[in-house]
T-cell receptor
Framework: NAGVTQTPKFRVLKTGQSMTLLCAQD?????MYWYRQDPGMGLRLIHY???????AKGEVPDGYNVSRLKKQNFLLGLESAAPSQTSVYFC?????????????????FGPGTRLTVT | AQSVTQPDIHITVSEGASLELRCNYSYGATPYLFWYVQSPGQGLQLLLK??????LVQGIKGFEAEFKRSQSSFNLRKPSVHWSDAAEYFCAVGARMDSSYKLIFGSGTRLLVRP
């Protein structure tokens, strides 16, 4: 049981380049999220999904797109990267169903992707 | 507006001393409340959570937190700090939205532990 994994761990982009960040979870969670973390600001929600085939905007969605074609995967895309998107990106997921391990409604986080846009 | 305030950016304590990290929130309804810990270069690990019921919540690694509705607070405590507790701590409110909730984070408190 790997939990929440993120690919890649690090990436450097030039302004205007595009890339896709992959989040995968093997816990059969319905809900998945993308947050970004900037110094002194905690984490902020970019986009989220309440189920396969659904996505919605969070607090800071501009410049990002997402897709959830499979329940276990949530992709975050940057079509034209800007220096303001330099950040650490975290994926999270949770379920409203009680698991054998007792977890319930708590968001599990991936290890993060550190992105630098020059 | 929904928000979380962690008034202490840095806190330094001696190993073995007690710890209290402050967290105040602004939220219109009964909140979901969380404390996460983040070691350098790592992801976030959940320490404890409050959804309802007993306002004193026990978590992992010997941490506890108390929900005080009248003070809009959810302070994190530990009776005796270990050097391995040095990390950044984030308080968060779970703000409901459609069928789910999003986490609204405070800006974090960095804990330093003196030997």
């Amino acid at each position: 049981n790997a939990g929440v994994t993120q690919t890649p761990k690090f990436r450097v982009l030039k302004t205007g380049q595009s890339m896709t960040l992959l989040c995968a979870q093997d816990m059969n969670h319905e809900y998945m999220y993308w947050y970004r973390q900037d110094p002194g600001m905690g984490l902020r929600l970019i986009h989220y999904s309440v189920g396969e085939g659904t996505t919605a905007k969070g607090e800071v969605p501009d410049g990002y797109n997402v897709s959830r074609l499979k329940k276990q995967n949530f992709l975050l895309g940057l079509e034209s990267a800007a220096p303001s998107q330099t950040s650490v990106y975290f994926c999270a997921s949770y379920s409203t169903l009680r698991t054998s391990g007792g977890s319930y409604r708590e968001q599990y986080f991936g290890p993060g992707t550190r992105l630098t846009v020059t | 507006a929904q928000s979380v305030t962690q008034p202490d950016i840095h806190i330094t304590v001696s190993e073995g001393a007690s710890l209290e990290l402050r967290c105040n929130y602004s939220y219109g309804a009964t909140p979901y409340l969380f404390w996460y810990v983040q070691s350098p270069g790592q992801g976030l690990q959940l320490l404890l959570k409050y959804f309802s019921g007993d306002t004193l919540v026990q978590g992992i690694k010997g941490f506890e937190a108390e929900f005080k509705r009248s003070q809009s607070s959810f302070n994190l405590r530990k009776p005796s700090v270990h050097w391995s507790d040095a990390a950044e701590y984030f308080c968060a409110v779970g703000a409901r939205m459609d069928s789910s909730y999003k986490l609204i984070f405070g800006s974090g408190t960095r804990l330093l532990v003196r030997p």
